[in-house]
């Protein structure tokens, strides 16, 4: 197999991963199993994520004439991650750090959840990026500084296992406020697991679904990433008042969750991808986390001990501390570490189109990346400590530039061997 059929089958499958995880593969078949029995009264569909516009016209396009009839909706979505819909209003706002039209669109989701009765359905279509899209903050809590103490924890590279602890014991919608809201209606939510695990509790901070974490942990995770916080959000987190609802709580007894799309999922179907190119498929798993590129080097290990014609895969989502004057990234730092680490074909990308702060999916190397790079004057060493890794790959014209997919089952690795 050539350099560019090598590349070319890696690409191909990052994209066989990314199609499974979209919308149109598998809602239509989740209405016809779930919706069988059609609700008396309103129907509210509601969402936030990445994927969730695609989710909601997909939805729609699957709904029995009967419930079109009666369907209303507000859906957030990341800016340029629209989608036409007929029934159901889709509002863009900023990703990852809140802006005042996601607060306005959350307000008016939490105001109509409570305004519906025992014979009501609520639709909840959840992905990726819906933690920070639906960014209701506790009355206690004062919008800036919720989007401050995010902003922090993104850059000292908290997990998002972290992150949403403390968002839910922030928020007024999280962690099944936004089911307890809706009782005594029926709350139905589909959703996209971008996280390690697919645990329906983190999938956007789970705000159909009971949550078993504590204001007090949520301390220590800001004292943990050294977060100084306002003396009124640390009173407001040593105050009953902003303790989540239990799975057990008579509140979320009427709301079920589906996970649709897993990271896993994805993986499997790249996996398919290889196998009919002829290499052995190996998953390494589909939750692995850390450093960039620390994990570059364990992966490293794992091809250099591996026989010809292997293909080592996995998914998660790790982190990247940055500390030089770069954009960060942990797909291109990841891919690029691991261009140091030997002579590997490699691609590593985000599902959802976006690695970082900037719309680039990721990038990929060859053997001969290094080589191409001292032949165009680029130190590759110096921009991996700047943290300048989309840097150096757009300066090699191997990145990964897809746009906004749509959809996010987390981060897709790939080597070929």
């Given at each position: ?47 936030f ?34 989608s ?14 809140p ?37 209701l ?18 850059h000292?590279g ?42 329906p ?5 789970g ?39 239990l ?10 969750m ?13 996996a ?19 450093e ?75 053997p ?24 150096f790959?757009?300066?090699l ?21």
């Amino acid at each position: 197999m050539s350099p560019a059929e090598k590349i070319a089958l890696m690409r191909a499958m990052f994209d066989a991963a990314v199609s499974a995880a979209h919308p149109d593969n598998f809602i239509g078949d989740a209405v016809e199993k779930t919706l069988q029995a059609l609700p008396e009264g309103r129907v509210f569909v509601t969402g936030f994520g990445k994927a969730s516009a695609v989710m909601a016209r997909a939805f729609e396009a699957a709904a029995p004439d009967r419930l079109k009839a009666k369907m209303e909706g507000m859906v957030i979505v990341p800016d340029g991650h629209g989608s036409a819909c007929e029934y159901i209003q889709i509002i863009e706002a900023a990703h990852p750090v809140p802006d005042e039209r996601g607060l306005k669109a959350a307000e008016e989701i939490i105001q109509t959840a409570r305004q519906l009765g025992q014979d009501d359905l609520m639709v909840v279509l959840v992905s990726g990026g819906g933690s920070s899209l639906f960014c209701l903050p506790h009355r206690a809590i004062g919008f800036q500084i919720k989007q401050d103490i995010t902003s922090q924890l993104l850059h000292n590279g908290a997990p998002i296992d972290a992150m949403n602890c403390v968002r839910k014991h922030l928020s007024a919608g999280k962690g099944g406020q936004l089911a307890a809201a809706a009782y005594p209606a029926r709350t139905l939510s589909f959703a996209i697991s971008d996280v390690p695990g697919d645990g329906p509790a983190v999938i956007a901070s789970g705000p159909t679904v009971g949550d078993d974490s504590t204001a007090r942990q949520a301390l220590e995770i800001l004292a943990r990433y050294r977060i100084a916080v306002p003396k009124a959000v640390e009173a407001h987190l040593h105050s009953a008042d902003c303790e989540t609802p239990l799975a057990s709580d008579p509140l979320l007894s009427a709301s079920d969750m589906y996970v649709l799309a897993t990271p896993l999922k994805s993986l499997q179907a790249a996996a398919e991808i290889a196998r009919k190119a002829g290499y052995n498929p190996v998953i390494l798993g589909d939750a692995l986390e850390g450093e960039s590129r620390a994990l570059a080097a364990w992966m490293a290990q794992k091809a250099t001990a591996s026989p010809a014609k292997t293909a080592l895969i996995s998914g998660g989502e790790t982190t990247v501390i940055v500390t030089g004057k770069g954009k960060g990234g942990r797909n291109a730092e990841f891919i690029h570490a691991l261009a140091l680490c030997g002579s590997f074909y490699g691609l590593a990308a985000d599902t959802d189109g976006i690695d970082g702060a900037l719309p680039v999916a990721g990038a990929y190397i060859t053997p001969e990346t290094l080589s191409l790079a001292r032949t165009r004057g680029v130190d590759a060493q110096a921009m991996l400590e700047d943290n300048d890794s989309h840097g150096f790959f757009a300066a090699l014209d191997s990145q990964i530039i897809t746009g906004p997919t749509k959809t996010n089952v987390n981060d897709f690795r790939v080597i070929l061997t």
